[in-house]
């Protein structure tokens, strides 16, 4: 399965982007998928996860303002983002990852997000 990430760009401050990641393959299979971001000089942090029958968790940076999504039927997930702030400036990469056997665990190629006046 190789992931597609899409949505990112130039954005005000207080302003909103959808981030989309479409899979070139069915995503019903997956159980765990999720959002992380990069920003420069910094690790790899967690935005969003979510797990089938577990719900969603997001980083307390995000809370309230970030949401997670998933279309089985567009093999597509989401990341809605309001409220947008400066310091969410990264790149943002999905990743789908199936648990149980046999495992998987696919990332995107990553989608630029800048907050900026």
């Known amino acids: 399965v190789q992931l597609q990430a899409s949505g990112g760009g130039l954005v005000q401050p207080g302003g909103s982007l959808r981030l989309s990641c479409a899979a070139s393959g069915s995503i019903r299979s997956f159980d765990a998928m999720g959002w992380y971001r990069q920003a420069p000089g910094t690790q790899r942090e967690l935005v969003a996860y979510s797990v089938i029958g577990g719900g969603e968790t997001y980083a307390d940076s995000v809370k309230g303002r970030f949401t997670f999504s998933r279309d089985n039927a567009k093999n597509t997930v989401y990341l809605q983002m309001n409220s947008l702030k400066p310091e969410d400036t990264a790149v943002y990469y999905c990743?789908?990852?199936?648990?149980?056997?046999?495992?998987?665990?696919?990332w995107g190629q990553g989608t630029q997000v800048t907050v900026s006046s």
């Open positions: 990743r789908l990852r199936r648990t149980y056997y046999p495992s998987y665990d696919f």
